[in-house]
């Protein structure tokens, strides 16, 4: 239960004053929902102003406060600007210039001859000095001489923003301090409710954004380390296979040696009766599947029964052929189950599974509904594991009789930082080598100057059966907008092409969208026109050409996975990143980075360097734990620091029962790790 102190940061954005419900959508926007939210919605940057007597041409490009006498108005004709010609105290002239809006409400602002105190960037206008849209006071109003810029949505100013901001600085109470002492000296940290204070007084202030950064980080890390040792606990089944299945295993290929050293890993997890909690990492095409096929193996081996989730119908049905296909002429019972499967066929598989008939079954989130029920399940493995979400993962861990073994797998190749900050409570398996034969995937980049050569050469890759992807970064052509859209191109291919060109985006429904891809599996299709929706779960072996329209508007990370959907089979596979006319040092670098390596970690680590400040992750997915004030370079060199503190309040400050430990438990509820505690256990 959240501790009383902090009732008054969780209460409704209403609560502060002058937000009602049209204002509450433009916050809602910024995901500010609680007063919490807005105290932590920190300053992005800031204004230094120089406060002036007089003006003075040298002040050009800098923002200034001065008390100014409107003199005159100016209005052009059409749409042109309000001028207001004011004088300072020294007589000197200055335009003030407004655009748009009618002149009288410019007037009604700014009557002749009564001063006010203003505020803007000073700038030369011919023989002129100008302010465009200042900042209007009272003639004694004192401007902030440095005042913060926040991130904002339409319908909010910087300056509202802050005074919301303040209103909840006002509601924060002291808290009780949760770090180590010895540490908070030695990093000369303020307090907590000092460190909120200065960063929106001061968003320059680097002492009280490393204090508030690593409190995050510190209640991050305590969660995972309350839930390890939780686990750790946790007596679970150990499951010790005798060889018999996998030793009937015909592979026409020798595993790798990361994929030998993984599933040993496994294997010794397994063996424990504390239950397996382990990521594995691999890039597209390392041998994830093999991996955990032979876990799935140990489990039957012992005499229970596994269970795959994919979070995708086409990828949950992938798996189930592609294990089909591995572990065929083994005596053991591989079913799918899905939402798409309904009537006879799905009795028939949940007695077969009840009475332990099957012994792996591999499926959507339909595989842990309530109906579901299995005789003995003793190992999860989730695939593409970040899609979803830790109640869902819960749920089919309590459909054992002891809590089951679990084992993620994600292809996002994820930096070591963040591997420790997302996944700290598991262990970490890395697939860091690729299997013997797999040709790397040929890049280039190409100007978008070039489009017609790119079509005439998916149209000789045609002409040789291939298939190819065609991705595009919007679905529809927007006003505000020069991006290609996917149902315009697939239009113009079709032109060229005839019918065999499909398209898939994010507004189709599920049943049109697998339809599409299934024909495109079939090679019914020889072009399949898509949005990034393709980036998990799609393998075609023939298709071996990728086109990815406005590369330099995708990260990096996103053009990696994308990339992946080629070289899935035998020969040479390519991938064309079109680019646009102008690129800025960023994108230059990323797309150099693209076509001088195919190593998903080197690109990963490289991506969250180009990131910097507010991209940690690019976007929010289901499961991902999100960092609002701990930015990339800062988890770098915190997160070690705030994983041993951690350690050191449960081994040696008596936990979250010491004095230490009450004001931590505060922090887990005020930095929302509060659940974590109850339900990272499920990964």
Request: net charge neutral; charged share 25%; aromatic share 4%.
């Amino acid at each position: 239960m959240r501790p009383d102190i902090l009732n008054p940061l969780f209460a409704e954005v209403t609560a502060l004053k002058g937000v009602g419900p049209a204002l509450a959508k433009p916050l809602d926007r910024l995901g500010l929902e609680r007063v919490v939210d807005v105290a932590f919605h920190l300053p992005s940057g800031w204004i230094d102003r120089l406060p002036r007597e007089e003006l003075d041409v040298a002040d050009a490009g800098r923002v200034i406060a001065i008390t100014l006498t409107p003199r005159d108005y100016r209005t052009s004709s059409g749409r042109g600007p309000t001028r207001v010609q004011a004088t300072d105290a020294k007589g000197n002239y200055v335009s003030l210039v407004y655009f748009g809006g009618s002149s009288g409400w410019v007037k009604k602002l700014l009557p002749l001859n009564e001063p006010r105190r203003v505020s803007g960037k000073l700038e030369s206008y011919g023989e002129m000095l100008q302010i465009i849209h200042p900042d209007l006071g009272e003639p004694d109003e004192v401007f902030r001489e440095r005042e913060a810029i926040y991130p904002l949505s339409e319908g909010l100013t910087s300056r509202r923003l802050g005074g919301f901001a303040a209103q909840a600085l006002d509601r924060a109470p002291v808290l009780p301090e949760w770090i180590e002492p010895g540490l908070k000296a030695k990093r000369g940290w303020p307090d907590w409710r000092e460190a909120l204070q200065r960063i929106h007084d001061d968003p320059a202030d680097k002492v009280a954004r490393e204090r508030l950064a690593y409190d995050e980080i510190f209640a991050n890390q305590l969660a995972m380390t309350l839930v390890r040792a939780d686990t750790r606990k946790r007596r679970g089944r150990a499951l010790v296979g005798d060889g018999r299945l996998r030793d009937l295993l015909k592979l026409p290929y020798t595993p790798t040696g990361a994929q030998s050293r993984t599933v040993a890993e496994i294997e010794g997890d397994l063996a424990q009766t504390a239950p397996m909690l382990r990521l594995l990492q691999g890039d597209v095409g390392s041998g994830k599947t093999l991996v955990a096929a032979m876990a799935l193996l140990i489990a039957v081996e012992a005499g229970a029964q596994g269970a795959m989730l994919a979070p995708t119908e086409i990828l949950a049905r992938q798996h189930y052929e592609t294990l089909r296909k591995m572990l065929s002429g083994l005596p053991l019972e591989i079913a799918v189950l899905t939402g798409r499967d309904k009537g006879k066929v799905r009795e028939a598989t949940l007695m077969a599974l009840a009475a332990g008939e099957i012994d792996i079954l591999v499926g959507t989130h339909a595989i842990f509904q309530e109906a579901v029920g299995y005789r003995d399940l003793a190992l999860v493995v989730v695939d593409e594991q970040h899609r979803f979400g830790v109640a869902e993962r819960m749920m089919l861990q309590a459909k054992g009789k002891a809590p089951p073994h679990l084992l993620a797998m994600t292809a996002t190749p994820i930096p070591r930082t963040l591997t420790l900050a997302q996944y700290g409570e598991m262990d970490v398996s890395r697939l860091d080598e690729m299997p013997p034969g797999r040709e790397p995937i040929e890049t280039r980049v190409v100007s978008e100057d070039r489009l017609d050569e790119v079509v005439n050469a998916i149209g000789r890759h045609m002409a040789d059966s291939g298939q190819a992807y065609w991705v595009c970064p919007l679905v529809e052509e927007s006003e505000k907008s020069d991006l290609a859209a996917a149902e315009m191109r697939a239009e113009s291919l079709r032109a060229r092409f005839g019918e065999r060109i499909g398209v898939v985006h994010g507004r189709m429904k599920p049943a049109e969208k697998d339809a599409v891809m299934e024909a495109f599996a079939g090679n019914r299709l020889s072009v399949l026109v898509a949005t990034t929706v393709i980036e998990v779960g799609v393998d075609v072996p023939n298709a071996t050409l990728i086109v990815i329209e406005h590369a330099d508007r995708f990260g990096l990370a996103q053009l990696h996975q994308l990339r992946g959907r080629v070289g899935r089979g035998g020969g040479l596979s390519r991938c064309l990143l079109l680019r646009g006319a102008s690129l800025s040092e960023t994108s230059r670098a990323r797309l150099a980075l693209m076509r001088e390596t195919n190593d998903g970690f080197r690109i990963a680590e490289e991506d969250l360097r180009l990131r910097g400040g507010g991209e940690l992750l690019g976007t929010r997915q289901s499961g991902e734990v999100a960092f609002r004030l701990a930015l990339p370079d800062m988890l770098a060199d915190l997160l070690q620091c705030a994983q041993d503190d951690a350690r050191l309040l449960i081994d040696r400050d008596g936990g979250l029962e010491g004095p230490r430990g009450q004001a931590a438990r505060v922090a887990l509820y005020l930095f929302d790790r509060d659940a974590g505690v109850a339900l990272l256990r499920s990964g």
